[in-house]
């Protein structure tokens, strides 16, 4: 049986911390291109005080689906499987958030 050959590019830890920074990279360009002028914690603040923040960083996460396909074409299994588990991991954070 054929076994795939494993590279650094298709490792779960790849995907995590690839499916774990890309939102966190596309917030802070949402934040530079539109709200730059207004300090970053205010801006933080201003979010969650109008109940926006969990939406925005829901609609951050969505780009992962796009490295999850990438990989999954790939056939870099381990890294699509990371992505998935980063994505999961946000969809935690904010289901605890919504609840508290």
Same mark, same amino acid.
């Given at each position: 049986m054929f076994?795939?050959?494993r590279t650094l590019h298709d490792r779960i830890l790849t995907g995590w911390l690839l499916g774990t920074i890309v939102p966190l990279v596309i917030?802070?360009?949402? =934040?530079?291109v539109k709200y730059s002028e207004m300090d970053f914690s205010v801006y933080v603040r201003n979010l969650w005080q109008m109940k926006l923040f969990l939406k925005i960083i829901s609609l951050c996460v969505f780009p992962n689906l796009g490295f999850f396909f990438i990989f999954y074409r790939l056939? =870099?299994?381990?890294s699509a499987r990371g992505v998935?588990?980063?994505t999961l991991m946000y969809t935690f954070l904010v289901l605890i958030a919504k609840v508290m």
């Amino acid at each position: 049986m054929f076994e795939h050959k494993r590279t650094l590019h298709d490792r779960i830890l790849t995907g995590w911390l690839l499916g774990t920074i890309v939102p966190l990279v596309i917030f802070m360009i949402t =934040y530079e291109v539109k709200y730059s002028e207004m300090d970053f914690s205010v801006y933080v603040r201003n979010l969650w005080q109008m109940k926006l923040f969990l939406k925005i960083i829901s609609l951050c996460v969505f780009p992962n689906l796009g490295f999850f396909f990438i990989f999954y074409r790939l056939k =870099y299994d381990m890294s699509a499987r990371g992505v998935i588990m980063a994505t999961l991991m946000y969809t935690f954070l904010v289901l605890i958030a919504k609840v508290m």
